[in-house]
């Protein structure tokens, strides 16, 4: 049974159909094939072409193939050219010759369309709430790093001060780094929580996508429009879009939803890649910032001494096939004609790869980064008193000099340290020497070199210090409350 072939006088070539046939790929939307063909057959009802006996024919034998697919019952046959004939072969079977009734009006352009859309409609939710589950796990680990976090409160009441009793003891800091040199101190909570944000994005951008691919392309037949005097918008409804489309031309052939999706699998592929990154790094021995659990953790064939990440190396890797899987949709969509064109085959294959790597590699992450130990001495020892480089120059503004001379004097303190015989820190130059490049210097001058009051000094909303990421913590934690309501 093929649902086409009356025009032709010889069957298709054996290669030729192998090539053609889209079911291994398809079939992944069946259950969506369904509904879309239920929520039609009772749309052909409401337009006087089915009548109640056929339609409710027609719909108990579609519940049954229904339940056929979600027990895994369902047995394809070699003629199954698609998801569509399989589903419509077997409605025959059961019901006869009225399931033939049921193509009336539509085409494979239109239903194709709508069961990837459907299909896209429930995988956008699943996606979301593995992010969630990521973002929850940066949370915790950003909570452990602040010893005891208190409530926040605008005030700053019941934030415990690192520059006060106990000099900020069990609070983890880390060198920050750009271009891959260290830069400043900052709170390891500040780190982990740069990476939820990310997340946050590439969860708003799911969202917003979430409109554009609730538009009901049922109903635009081939190309053209139905001639069923159907009631599109109650159509709509019954499957959840939000609305009908509008033009039947463009309704075939837009597959910018799947290109979006595309787009937004891989820059989430490239977050969790940048995470990856960072975690194989730090837990290096040249690092030995964080220990990775035995249980997310490989071994070598040949050196028995190693412990590899290698969750975060494949994670790192994948992300290059997402990106890999947008660009060839989008190479694929560029030169087409209006309408439908065969080439729109090759649309679905990337989006369920893209969507099971993701579901693939979101808890297992999750899951390895709960279980990472931090080592804050480690983390601590990396930082050394050029870093607070630049609060020698704000020093020197507070004695009212411009920025870009501070600058300038603190880049030669620098020097002076670096050239020093025996290379010293910054806190071990002499006073004379600092007054020898300033006299607005004063003997209080070295309490800049305490990385804790470098880090409390950033204290502006989005900083590092320790009552504006409590205030951080708390507003993402607020927001996942919220969204798990």
């Known amino acids: ?10 069957k298709l070539n054996e290669q030729a159909w192998d090539l053609n046939s889209s079911l291994p790929v398809d079939q992944r939307m069946a259950i969506q094939d369904v509904d879309g063909s239920l929520a039609w057959a009772n749309g052909l009802h409401g337009a006087g072409i089915l009548s109640d006996a056929e339609r409710d024919s027609i719909v108990h034998g579609l519940n049954l193939v229904k339940r056929e697919f979600s027990s895994g019952e369902f047995v394809f046959v070699p003629s199954d050219e698609d998801i569509h004939t399989a589903v419509e072969r077997r409605l025959t079977e059961l019901i006869g010759v009225t399931a033939g009734k049921l193509h009336t009006g539509r085409s494979r352009n239109d239903q194709v369309a709508t069961d990837f859309r459907l299909w896209m409609l429930g995988a956008i939710p699943e ?36 520059t006060g009793e106990g000099k900020g003891e069990g609070l983890a800091i880390m060198p920050g780094y750009t271009h891959l040199q260290r830069a400043q101190p900052i709170l390891l909570a500040h780190w982990w929580l740069s990476h939820f944000h990310p997340l946050q994005r590439d969860r708003a951008r799911l969202k917003d996508l979430t409109a554009r691919v609730s538009i009901l392309p049922l109903g635009s037949g081939a190309l053209a429009g139905t001639p069923v005097n159907v009631d599109r918008a109650e159509l709509a409804e019954s499957l959840g879009f939000a609305e009908p489309s509008q033009n039947s031309l463009d309704s075939v052939s837009d597959r910018d939803f799947a290109a979006e999706y ?53 994670a790192r890797g994948k992300s290059g096939a997402l990106l890999g899987s947008l660009t060839g949709l989008l190479a694929t969509l560029k030169g087409l004609p209006s309408t439908y064109d065969k080439d729109l085959q090759e649309d679905k294959a990337p989006v ?35 870093m607070m480089a630049t609060d020698l120059a704000d020093y020197l503004v507070g004695k009212g000099i411009p920025f870009r001379e501070t600058h300038s004097i603190a880049g030669k303190a620098v020097r002076a340290a670096l050239d020093a015989p025996r290379k010293i820190g910054m806190e071990e130059i ?15 001058v070295y309490q800049v070199f305490d990385p804790l009051v470098s880090i409390e000094k950033r204290n502006a909303i989005g900083g590092t210090s320790l009552q504006a990421v409590q205030m951080q913590l708390d507003g993402v934690k607020r927001l996942l409350s919220f969204e798990k309501s």
């Open 430 to 444: 002499s006073l004379e020497e600092y007054q020898s490049l300033c006299p607005a210097f004063e003997a209080d």
């Open 262 to 314: 595309l787009f937004c699998a891989t820059m989430i592929g490239v977050h969790l890649s940048k995470l990856a990154e960072q975690i194989v790094l730090y837990t290096s021995a040249e690092f030995g910032f964080f220990e990775l659990s035995d249980a997310f953790s490989t071994g070598s064939s040949l050196m028995p001494q190693k412990k590899n990440p290698d969750v975060f190396e494949l």
């Open 1 to 10: 049974m093929t649902l086409w072939g009356g025009r032709f006088s010889t």
């Open 127 to 162: 996606l979301d709430s593995a992010l969630i589950n990521l973002q929850s796990a940066l949370v915790e680990q950003a909570e452990n790093a602040i010893p005891h976090p208190q409530p926040f409160s605008p005030g700053g009441k019941g934030v415990p001060s690192p």
């Open 352 to 386: 369920f790869a893209a969507t099971d790597t993701l579901l693939a590699i979101l808890p297992v992450m999750a899951g390895a980064l709960r279980t990472i130990t931090a080592k804050p001495e480690r983390m601590r020892a990396a930082i050394d008193s050029t």
